[in-house]
């Protein structure tokens, strides 16, 4: 079993900076990927950044440039550096660990950027 937690989100302005954090615990041994979604009010979850099992990292289009994915495998730590945050990155964002056949999920932190 294993345990994401995620923290960090809040209220800030537009063109402000969040760095969304991800405690991950329990059975975490091996090979994973690490990845961050959004669900925005009123929309589907959408992919955000990911950490691949070899550790390619990709972004979504509309983040690119502006936000930044990392771990710290010593401290089961994922995180996402948000710069320059925009009203339409309002959203509750979602820690996702993968293995193979398996995907684990966070219940999410609120990030809402005001204009």
């Known amino acids: 079993q294993v345990r994401l937690t995620e923290s960090g989100g809040g209220l800030v302005q537009s063109g402000e900076s969040l760095r969304l954090s991800c405690q991950a615990s329990g059975n975490i041994f091996g090979e994973n990927a690490v990845a961050w979604y959004r669900q925005a009010p009123g929309k589907e979850r959408e992919f955000v950044a990911e950490i691949r099992y070899r550790g390619d990292i990709a972004y979504a289009d509309p983040v690119k440039g502006r936000f930044t994915i990392s771990r710290d495998n010593a401290k089961n730590m994922i995180f996402l550096q948000m710069n320059r945050l925009q009203p339409e990155d309002t959203a509750v964002y979602y820690c996702?660990?993968?293995?193979?056949?398996?995907?684990?999920w966070g219940k999410g932190t609120l990030v809402t950027v005001s204009s």
């Open positions: 996702n660990l993968q293995r193979p056949g398996l995907s684990y």
